[in-house]
């Protein structure tokens, strides 16, 4: 039986083996060896072409000494702590709310994940027409009346931020409802039976007792979203192509328009190589977690 | 295609299983009561709200796609169109301009199409072959290619671009379509073999077992017990890749010509085109021409969908 035990020679079930050859390419070829190679050419003094002429560090050295880069770091963090604390809240909150056995929660959950089926760039363009300061909500609130109005995020640097976390929320926080959704259905009723006969609130409930209980989903979450946040870029593309100035620039921009744009290969790899870091910043600890407390992907 | 249709799938960690099953059933309480009180009314209210905040961009794409310019100029982003005019859709299809082309939409519609249904295809081939061999012909090793492909999901794609850019180039692909077909089938293989692979595991393993007793192959198996069986998982499958592909703009933009530019980075030029009049109602026609296909299928698929992404979601 091909289940049981490990087959003894290389031409053993060489059909699978076959078949699995596109799986161990993408593997071997694109995940560890193209990672690798953008990691060793950020050493190295790459500008048009890449060359392996090592230069050290100097290519971080001047990365870090980058104000662009500077700011992308910055808006990175900023966007990442805003976007994840707030999908996390209202993902829990419409969680809750839809899990109140009230009518129409398929419209209700239809409606709240519809903007995840759509691409970035939609997203980005829908939300910069919105946010026009001629036409849009700042035009709208000021015809009403209010005519000092003054609300232009995608023209003043300090709050351009603002417009990314509406569109990128708008897009996004759907899925989160929806896993935390699933997450809430998964607790045990007689959790909640329990705590109605002590007589806890309903609110208590939630956030004492079923919100640990929540942990492996919000951990789930987390990871998604921190994921999605340090690939931020068709967003920015599109609504705000990284201005007004450099005010709302993002790593994954830099590296692409340093490899692409200003054909500066080695800072594009450096770029890149440190996304990379802060990836497995992320994911090690959590695979850790992971791996310890039971063994299954 | 009815809920009925889908077996439960045992081999899903159980703390997952029982959610997603409950999910796609809706609550299974008592029947909601029709009496409204206090914190009925914010419920309601808070889900409303929220309601407001998902559908007005939506609202104002339509609004505005269907106005001319003169009323845009006027009026506000809000109000429906005092007349109704279907030119802006016409013009977005047909005559938008990007750089030197102005043909508008249709052409990255079509070459959309012409990456999406190969990319879809493949990948979905490639990955539920992956899942077969991962779960029924395991070999050394197997599993350590497959906790690779996981992590590399997490991986930035920015770390990986530039060296597949000299692949493809090598390969004689670079800046045609068949180049960003390979890219989608790489990028895509992580989140479809799991999906596969979790499904074939939940199979009972007896049916394998009686197929090989009667002496049918590696492919015999999978192509006339399994696939036959898999209805479902491949349509959450082509959900998944469909609006994953046709969304996508960074691999387009990298790994394509302006001839061949998909959909979405057509759209982001003629959008953020720096030189001509802007034409609001023409950009959002244009927007919203980009995003029918996914929400087509968004909104047909319905449980569907959010299946296919809950199967995702579980991937860490």
Known sequence: MARSGPPLRLFQNWQAKLAATPMILTALVVFIGCSLWTVVYSFTNSRLLPRLDFVGLSQYERLWSTPRWQVSIENLAIYGICALVLTLAIGFLLAVLLDQKIRFEDGFRTIILFPYALSFIVTGVVWQWILNPDFGLQHIVRSMGFSGFTFDPLND????????????????????????????????????????????????????????????????????????????????????????????????????????????????????????????????????????????? | MSDAAFPARAATPARTAAPRGRLLDGPA????????????????????????????????????????????????????????????????????????????LSRGFFNSVAITVPATILSIAVAAVNGYALVNWRFKGSEVFFTILIFGAFIPYQVMIYPIVIILREMGLMGSVWGLVLVHVVFGMPIITLLFRNYFSSLPPELFKAARVDGAGFWGIFLRVLVPMSLPIFTVAVILQVTGIWNDFLFGVIYTRPDSYPMTVQLNNIVNSVQGVREYNVNMAATLLTGLVPLTIYFLSGKLFVRGIAAGAVKG
């Open chain 1, 157 to 297: 640097p300090n709050l351009v931020i603002l417009a990314l976390l509406a569109a990128g929320i708008w897009q996004g926080a759907g899925l989160t409802t929806v896993i935390m959704l699933a997450g809430l259905r998964g607790i045990d009723e007689d959790v909640w039976k329990a705590a109605r006969v002590d007589g806890i609130a309903t609110w208590k409930t939630y956030i004492f007792i079923i919100l640990p209980m929540m942990k492996p989903v919000f951990a789930t979450c987390i990871v998604l979203i921190s994921a999605g946040i340090i690939k931020l870029y068709d967003l920015v593309v599109a609504l705000t192509r990284g201005g007004p100035g450099i005010a709302s620039e993002v790593p994954a921009k830099y590296v692409y328009d340093y490899m692409f744009g200003n054909q500066n290969l080695g800072q594009g790899f450096a770029a890149s190589t440190m996304m990379l870091a802060a990836v497995l910043a992320i994911i090690i600890p959590f695979a850790l977690f992971r791996l310890g407390r039971k063994r299954h992907v």
């Open chain 2, 29 to 104: 309480g008592v029947a909601p009561t029709r009496r409204m009180n206090p914190k009925r009314i914010m419920v309601y209210g808070g889900l409303i709200v929220f309601s407001l905040y998902y559908l007005l961009p939506l609202w104002v794409m339509v609004m505005t796609s269907l106005k001319g310019m003169p009323e845009i100029r006027m009026g506000n982003i809000f109000a429906p169109p005092m007349e109704i005019t279907f030119e802006p859709w016409v013009k977005a299809w047909s005559q938008a301009c990007t750089g030197l082309n102005c043909d508008g």
